[in-house]
Structures are given as structure tokens and as C-alpha cells.
């Protein structure tokens, strides 16, 4: 036994005796290195508890299979020394006499970490190989893109090496220059050269473009340098150069041209001064027309007693085709009415002039205004003969007994306020404009006037004055305001509407006439 003892303390694996209760009957001296204690003071203590500090037997423990006489399988602890070191135990079982068993534990902390290690490598070998792989295939994926890429060009590519081979080409290349194969030929042979070009980029890196004639064409040649290699991009610019060749031909007949046109301009310029002229003479002219006009307009509107009267005019242009007018009559009769002759400008104020005239001078103190209208139609029919027509609303009122008769030419209807209702109507008569068709009958209506009430007539450049959005004032919004200025003086009230009308068309200008002629009965 002391010759086995002695062999033992020479093993590096640590070996130990234990009994059925896993009492410690023996072990190495090599137990140190693990627990740090001498073999001596392990006897009679649990194996499981001084060597890995386990209150219960280690669950893979294989003295159960020893005792059923099955055969134990080795196994690994996985301990720390008494010195903190981490160990990899690898654990054999045998049966002894007497019902003890002996436990051998070898080291393979090395072996294992040079296991792990290679485990590593290997799946890292693995990996670089695949994505070697990879690589390898999207290289090659790149490499037929590029090839399709450059076959879909019109233009002709190749790639040269530095030895003037062609590495890679395109169909193109081959269409344009004429080659029936690009296998085992120098690039300069492409052009039908037999030596190496005198602008070749390998021999002046500075050239960058060439041009060369190959199978009857005239090619535009572009060269990149791309590492060792050279990329030559070939452009068929036949067509191009012929253009250009044709446009030199003519610039002596453009030069021409271009002289001939800036006398040309010359004389536009002469021209445009002559018209800026006859402009602002024809603007001075039109001023005066508009001022002749505003003075043929009534120079103060009536005073009469028991009514408050108001108005408004503006043109379109310098000169209108909107009137009105304020007759006074005999026994206290007012002919009042509005006029709107279709058109603008200079003919249509004269119209509208020849029509005030024919008014003063035939319509005085007729008091029907259906005779009245009809009379200025006859006249004006004789005496206009374009396409020109006018429309009226032609009202006399009987100032004492507060009674008005009315006709209409084809007019916007007249708006009358009725304070005792505290609304607006429309009221109307039928009748043709004037100066298109004679012998027209006109209907003719009547109102009586109550205190309060307001009579409003007007031309249509009021309620179809539109904003930049191109919608009507409208009469909706017209009859909103009458109403709700109808408490103050007449005057007042026209200029608060007006404000309205240009506040909606937000600066937008006029596209017609706009008259007011109103009056209130207090």
C-alpha cells in the first residue's frame, strides 16, 4: 500500500476514496492545489463539501450507478481553487472493495480552453468563407450588371489595359465602328489604325477627348483613366458635326438677318415713341371728353322740400356711357332717371350726351313717363344708326302728393324701401331699350311714397361689380346694405354702400359705369 501511496503523489490527477455517505477515506496529495488544505485534513469529511463547497452530493453524481453495479459515465466540474482560479474538473468513477469507490479528477482547464479556442477559429473560418462567398457572388452580380449596363448604351465602351488589349467592350462599339469580333485586338486596330494613337491618354495623361473616323462615321472620343486602365466612350456625332457645318453655312445669312432686324427695331422704336404720344394725346382728349361729360350732369341734385335726394358716378374709363338726370318740371313735377348706353369710351358718352339732349329738349313737362320714353326711343332711332342701344329707368315724381309714374327701357329694376315693412322690392315695367326698334309701347307703373320710404336707381355696373375671384356684388348683398343704412341721409348712405362695393372687389377695377341716382320721401 505505501508503494501505491507513493506512486500516487507523483500523478497530476487528483485522486480520492470514499465510502457509501460520501465520507473522504483517502486522497492525493495533488487535492491541495484545489482546496488548499492537506490530504490529512480531508478524511472523514464530505466529499461534496470541501472540494465544491456543496451541502448536497453533486447532481450528476455517478456512486448511485456504482452501487446498482451500472456503468458510470465521466463528467465535468466546473469549480473555483482557493486561490480564485477557475478549473475544469473531468471526473472518472470506479468500485473498490468493501463498498468504497475511488473518484479521478484531471485538469482539462487547458485542454478545454484549446478545444473552445479551435471551436472558434473553425467557425470563424467558416464565416470569412462565407462571406468570401459572398463577395465573391455579388462581384460577379456586379460584374454582369456592368456588362448589361454598358450592352444598353448607344454609345460604344471598351475598357483597354495597359498593354492597348481590349479588357471588356460593349455591341455598340462593334455596330458603330464596323469590327466583327473584339477577341485578341489592340483598341487602336477599333479605328482601322495600325499603331497606337498619337493622342492616346498612356502617352499624355492630359487627353481626355479625341475625334476619329471609322466605317464612314465621325466618332467623338471620351477617355477616363480608371487605375491601369483607360475607358473609351465612342459617340457617333455625324449628324451633329453635319448641323453644325450647315449652321456655319448660314451665319453670313443670320448676320444678314440680324442687321435687317435691328433696323427693324429701330423702326419699332420710332414707332413706339410716335404711339406713346398719340396715347397720351388720346388719354388728354378722353379726359376732356369725361370732364364735357360730368359737366352735361346735373350740377346740384333737387331741393325739395319733404325729400333728401342723392347720387353717385363714376366711369369705367375716362369717358362712360351711364347718365342721369334731374328735370325739373312745371306744378312741382321731377323727371328723374338713369341711363346706360351698351359700350364704352368716346362713342358711347356721345350717345349718351344725344340722349340727355333729346330728354331736356322733347321730354319737358310730360308727365307720363311711358310717352316720355317712348318719344326719346323714336328720336334716337331716326338719328342712331349703329348697333349701340340704351337702357333707362325713367321715373316722375309728383312732389306734393308724394306719388311717382315709371317706365322702363329694358333697365335694372328699380329698388324701393319700404320703411313701414322694413323691406326691399324690386320693382320694374316691361318696355324694349331705346334706339334699336321704333314704335315700342312702354308699360308704365306707379308708387306712392310714404315718409321713410327710399327710392334707389341704378346702373348694372353696381350689382356685377366683381372681386378677382370674378363673383357679382349681387343684389342680395346691394339690398343688405340699403336696409341697413337706410336711417341715414341719402348721400350717406350711397357713399357707405360704395365703400362696401370696394372693400368686395378688394381693388379689383371697375369693368363698367357705376351711377346712383336715390332719393328718400322724410
Given amino acids: 500500500m505505501e508503494y501505491i501511496k507513493e506512486i500516487l503523489n507523483y500523478i497530476s490527477e487528483v485522486v480520492f476514496v470514499v465510502n457509501d455517505r460520501y465520507q473522504i477515506q483517502y486522497c492525493s496529495p495533488q487535492v491541495k492545489n484545489i482546496t488548499g488544505k492537506p490530504p490529512e485534513k480531508m478524511v472523514g469529511k464530505k466529499c461534496h463539501m470541501v472540494l465544491f463547497n456543496k451541502m448536497e452530493p453533486c447532481k450528476d453524481c455517478q456512486l448511485q450507478k456504482l452501487r446498482e453495479n451500472k456503468i458510470p459515465v465521466d463528467i465535468e466540474h466546473d469549480t473555483i481553487t482557493h486561490r480564485g482560479f477557475r478549473k475544469l474538473l473531468s471526473a472518472k468513477f470506479i468500485t473498490l472493495a468493501d463498498g468504497t469507490y475511488a473518484e479521478i479528477l484531471t485538469d482539462i482547464t487547458s485542454t478545454k480552453k484549446l478545444i473552445d479556442k479551435l471551436t472558434r ?19 460577379e452580380k456586379e460584374h454582369r450588371f456592368i456588362l448589361k449596363t454598358i450592352n444598353s448604351l448607344n454609345d460604344g465602351v471598351m475598357v483597354v489595359n495597359p498593354d492597348l488589349s481590349i479588357n471588356m467592350s460593349n455591341s455598340s462599339i462593334m455596330e458603330i465602328c464596323g469590327v466583327h469580333s473584339m477577341n485578341n485586338i489592340k483598341c487602336y486596330e477599333v479605328y482601322g489604325y495600325k499603331e ?26 471620351t477617355m477616363n483613366h480608371f487605375d491601369k486602365y483607360i475607358v473609351e466612350s465612342l459617340r457617333d456625332t455625324t449628324k451633329e458635326l453635319k448641323l453644325i457645318e450647315e449652321i456655319k453655312s448660314q451665319q453670313s445669312v443670320l448676320h444678314e438677318k440680324q442687321r435687317q432686324m435691328a433696323l427693324l427695331n429701330e423702326d ?38 319733404g325729400y333728401d335726394f342723392g347720387a353717385f358716378y363714376t366711369p369705367a374709363e375716362h369717358a362712360g356711357g351711364d347718365y342721369y338726370d334731374c328735370i325739373e318740371m312745371s306744378n312741382g313735377y321731377w323727371g328723374l332717371g338713369v341711363a346706360d348706353v351698351s359700350g364704352h369710351g368716346i362713342p358711347a358718352s356721345v350717345i349718351m350726351a344725344i340722349t340727355r339732349a333729346i330728354m331736356r329738349s322733347y321730354t319737358y313737362d310730360i308727365i307720363s313717363s311711358s310717352e316720355a320714353v317712348a318719344m326719346v326711343n323714336e328720336i334716337l332711332c331716326d338719328n342712331i344708326h349703329t348697333n349701340d342701344f340704351v337702357t333707362m329707368f325713367y321715373l316722375v315724381l309728383d312732389s306734393a302728393k308724394g306719388v311717382c309714374n315709371f317706365a322702363s327701357a329694358g333697365h335694372n329694376p328699380l329698388l324701393l324701401y319700404d320703411k313701414s315693412e322694413m323691406l326691399v ?18 308699360e308704365e307703373g306707379s308708387l306712392t311714397l310714404d315718409s321713410g320710404d327710399i327710392v334707389f336707381m341704378y346702373t348694372d355696373g353696381l350689382n356685377e361689380a366683381m ?56
Fill in 121 to 139: 477559429h473553425s467557425k470563424e473560418l467558416k464565416a470569412s468563407n462565407v462571406i468570401l462567398n459572398l463577395k465573391r457572388k455579388e462581384t
Fill in 467 to 522: 372681386n378677382r375671384s370674378r363673383e357679382q356684388y349681387g343684389y342680395d348683398q346691394l339690398i343688405s346694405k340699403i336696409m341697413m343704412f337706410s336711417a341715414l341721409p341719402v348721400s350717406e348712405m350711397i357713399d357707405n354702400i360704395m365703400e362696401d362695393v370696394r372693400a368686395f372687389t378688394q381693388g379689383h377695377p371697375f369693368e363698367d359705369d357705376i351711377t346712383i341716382l336715390a332719393f328718400k320721401k322724410l
Fill in 268 to 305: 419699332l422704336l420710332r414707332m413706339n415713341d410716335k404711339l406713346k404720344t398719340a396715347h397720351k394725346i388720346i388719354d388728354e382728349e378722353l379726359m376732356q371728353v369725361g370732364q364735357i361729360q360730368a359737366s352735361l350732369l346735373p350740377e346740384k341734385l333737387p331741393e325739395i322740400p
Fill in 196 to 221: 497606337q494613337c498619337k493622342d492616346c491618354p498612356l502617352l499624355d495623361p492630359r487627353n481626355v477627348r479625341a475625334f476619329r473616323e471609322a466605317n464612314g462615321k465621325k466618332l467623338t472620343v
Fill in 425 to 442: 322690392r324690386k320693382v320694374s315695367a316691361h318696355g324694349m331699350f331705346l334706339g334699336a326698334f321704333d314704335m315700342v309701347e312702354y
